[in-house]
């Protein structure tokens, strides 16, 4: 179910993302943010103990319940613990509780309220000094989805996710996160508008990639079963039946109850 709802995100194509040229300010490596410096929180703080965790779980119960209130919760402890401590990390999981809670929203088809939570994220890591690889590709998922709610804007949210990526991958050419927003945005654009290029190169690096580079229990490590269940989509895209067998295989034994990996199994069974 986690996969279904985010890759919700690049539903709306980023339809002339693969043409879009960046004229925004060139990125200072120099200027980076390491979350590594930057996420040596005092033990005493639980609340970032397997955050990335806590948000999806928070998420899913308020799915269940039809009721936000946990997820409302949980965004004010954290703009607490920022207003205490305004450090990246702390913004960072702040803006990825919002990227949820627009889909919670989206699913009760209020796309309005949707919106206005994924455009406070969005500002969020926007306003961010010295960001770092994980900062840019998340921002750079977060500006794709925004594109269904400001179609106004397609070419400038379009540039700027591909700018964002772009960075990430500059930053860090080994992030996982950063491998599989580049993937997904050239999945989602139409072949006419170019799409279709990269898309493969993109996911074989991201599943290839560990979740995290030092198991640490405040970093993000999502992306990887995104990754996997792109990758079969792409090979039952193209009829290539022996490599989307193969790869939901080496996926299922990683996530054997990922709920839309196993809705791709239906669509190998004798191929």
């Known amino acids: 179910m986690k996969s279904i709802f985010l890759m919700m995100n690049f539903i ?3 339809l ?6 960046s004229t925004g300010p060139q990125l200072d490596l120099a200027q980076v943010a390491h979350y590594e410096e930057t996420s040596r929180i005092p033990n005493s703080d639980s609340l970032l103990v397997g955050i990335e965790d806590k948000i999806y779980q928070t998420f899913v119960r308020c799915i269940i319940d039809q009721d936000a209130t ?6 004010e402890r954290l703009e607490s613990t ?3 401590r305004p450090q990246n990390l702390v913004r960072y999981w702040s803006a990825y509780l919002q990227y949820y809670w627009a889909i919670y929203h989206l699913k009760s088809e209020d796309e309005k309220a949707a919106n206005r939570h994924l455009q406070r994220g969005i500002d969020w890591l926007d306003e961010l000094p010295r960001k770092n690889a994980e900062d840019y590709a998340l921002l750079a998922m977060m500006q794709g989805f925004a594109i269904r709610f400001s179609t106004a804007k397609t070419i400038q949210l379009s540039r700027a996710a591909k700018k964002n990526v772009g960075y990430a991958l500059a930053i860090d050419s ?15 654009t139409p ?3 170019g799409g279709g290029k990269i898309v493969e190169r993109h996911l074989q690096r991201a599943v290839a990639l560990p979740d995290q580079k030092v198991e640490n229990a405040f970093l993000p490590s999502w992306g990887k079963e995104l ?3 792109l990758l079969v989509r792409w090979y039952i895209k193209g009829e290539r039946w022996a490599e989307a067998k193969a790869t939901f295989q080496q996926a299922q034994g990683l996530f ?5 990996l196993n809705q791709l199994a239906g669509q190998l069974i004798g191929r």
């Not at 002339?16 to 040229?21: D, K």
């Not at 946990?70 to 965004?75: E, G, H, K, R, T």
């Not at 080994?174 to 989602?188: E, G, I, P, Q």
């Not at 054997?256 to 839309?260: A, K, L, M, V």
Request: hydrophobic share 40%; glycine share 2%; with cysteine.
């Open 82 to 84: 920022y207003a205490e």
């Open 70 to 75: 946990a997820l409302q919760s949980l965004s």
């Open 174 to 188: 080994t992030n996982l996160r950063a491998h599989y927003v580049m993937a997904s945005n050239d999945y989602y």
């Open 12 to 14: 709306a194509c980023l």
């Open 227 to 229: 990754a996997y269940e």
């Open 191 to 193: 072949a006419i508008y």
């Open 16 to 21: 002339l993302l693969s043409g879009a040229c």
């Open 256 to 260: 054997p109850d990922s709920y839309p």
